[in-house]
């Protein structure tokens, strides 16, 4: 038997391609649920919702999850709505529409995912870490930004890239200089992930 919720995720994984959506690579989305099952996490924090694709599949993960998400694009908000009713998951994702440096999130979560503008990470760290349970952890993607980070800067031609590949490599300075989180680094991963515990 062939179950539906198998094509229904193809689907979504190749409007994003056809539409040019940054959706989390497929190393990444195993790793995050792995994480998710292994450490009993139930309650997600994620910035950066694009088409609601790395939200799904969190949910997916077991029935117990929660996920809240936030984007700031209307149009691929919108289509994240879609999404997560094509899925039924309307009473375990919420969606905000809005622009997570300025949204005021009440509550804790035991995981929050960084998945939004690369050059504000360090941002998004700051203003979200009060929503960080005791023992909860913050995964940022795009560590390696396409293998950017690793190269050589003259490599890169445009002046935009190489200044956005300057702020991902300050934040791994951030994240390896907080003395308040342990951070480990998965560069081989996906396009890159960090993992910061608090100590
Ligand atoms: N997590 C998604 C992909 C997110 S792509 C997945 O893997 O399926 C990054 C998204 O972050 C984009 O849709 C972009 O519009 C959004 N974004 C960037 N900066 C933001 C901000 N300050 N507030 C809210 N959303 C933001
Ligand atoms: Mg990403």
């Known amino acids: 038997m062939v179950n539906p919720l198998y094509s229904k995720v193809r689907e979504l994984k190749k409007y994003a391609i056809d539409e040019h959506i940054p959706i989390m690579a497929d190393q990444g989305i195993d790793f995050l649920t792995t994480y998710i099952l292994k450490h009993q996490v139930t309650n997600i924090l994620e910035i950066g919702t694009a088409i609601g694709y790395s939200a799904i599949m969190m949910a997916l993960v077991n029935p117990k999850v929660k996920v809240t998400t936030i984007e700031r694009d209307q149009i691929r908000y919108m289509e994240a709505v879609k999404n997560v009713k094509k899925f039924g998951l309307e009473d375990r994702i919420t969606l905000i529409f809005q622009d997570a440096l300025e949204v005021n999130i009440e509550g804790t979560f035991d995981l929050i995912f960084i998945d939004a503008a690369k050059g504000q990470n360090i941002k998004f760290f700051e203003r979200f870490e009060k929503n960080l349970a005791v023992d909860g952890s913050i995964i940022t993607d795009n560590m390696g930004f396409h293998g950017l ?48 515990k608090r100590k």
């Open 149 to 196: 980070v690793a190269k050589d800067e003259n490599e890169i031609a445009s002046k935009n890239l190489r200044s956005l590949v300057r702020k991902i490599k300050d934040y791994i300075t951030y994240l390896r200089e907080n003395q308040n989180y342990m951070t480990t680094f998965y560069f081989e991963v996906g396009d890159g992930l960090a993992v910061s």
